[in-house]
């Protein structure tokens, strides 16, 4: 019986938490649908055990497009500042649109950033505004998030040159001196962009562009 396989599998990887949370952050980002299901069914029989660790999982869980019904579960008890970077990697809108009330935080993190050196904020603030940074970065990657990235006045090209979705933003940059041209040889949308700048393609990385073989 295949639930019952999942079962025994379950309580077995269970075991791995306290000594290698590597291998579940990765079930945890990366897990399918019947991993997630799993998991779900199984959170508070486990919790008086590994309740410990939960906190550190579901920063993991909110980058799986697959935990919707987890990180809404648990948003309440369980979400902070930490698992903001990872919830704007999220590629399920349903999950995405929680990101919605930090969006002017993140705005204003990165606006703290063309302004100020880290090294010159104030304490309290370096690690908040490090994790707004990453989050920001997370976001500008996202082809699902166009409609929170269009809500920033202070948008990051260098990670912005990746993202497929992102093509009419990219284009009123002046290219290739406001773009990551690394990052732009990547992008399957911007072939146009990259013809027209030939001599700073990075052909290394043009290789993972599935629309780059002509070029």
Aim: include cysteine; aromatic fraction near 10%.
């Amino acid at each position: 019986n295949f639930g019952i396989i999942g079962e025994i599998t379950i309580e077995k990887m269970f075991d791995y938490i306290p000594n290698d949370m590597s291998i579940w952050n990765v079930i945890c980002e990366e897990g399918n649908k019947y991993t997630i299901h799993i998991l779900e069914n199984n959170i508070e029989k486990y919790r008086h055990k590994y309740g410990l660790y939960y906190k550190d999982l579901y920063i993991s869980l909110c980058a799986n497009p697959n935990a919707g019904n987890i990180i809404r579960k648990y948003y309440d008890e369980m979400f902070c500042e930490r698992c903001l970077g990872n919830l704007c990697r999220n590629t399920n809108p349903e999950i995405l649109c929680l990101i919605e009330p930090f969006i002017k935080k993140i705005n204003e993190a990165m606006a703290c950033a063309t302004v100020n050196n880290l090294m010159t904020l104030v304490q309290p603030n370096i690690m908040q505004n490090l994790r707004l940074q990453f989050a920001n970065s997370s976001l500008m990657r996202n082809p699902l998030a166009m409609p929170y990235i269009k809500q920033l006045t202070h948008i990051e090209s260098d990670q912005l040159s990746m993202n497929p979705a992102a093509i009419d933003i990219i284009e009123r940059y002046k290219i290739p001196d406001d773009v990551n041209m690394d990052r732009l040889s990547t992008n399957e949308n911007a072939i146009h962009l990259l013809e027209n700048n030939i001599y700073e393609i990075n052909f290394k990385f043009l290789a993972k562009n599935e629309n780059g073989i002509d070029l």
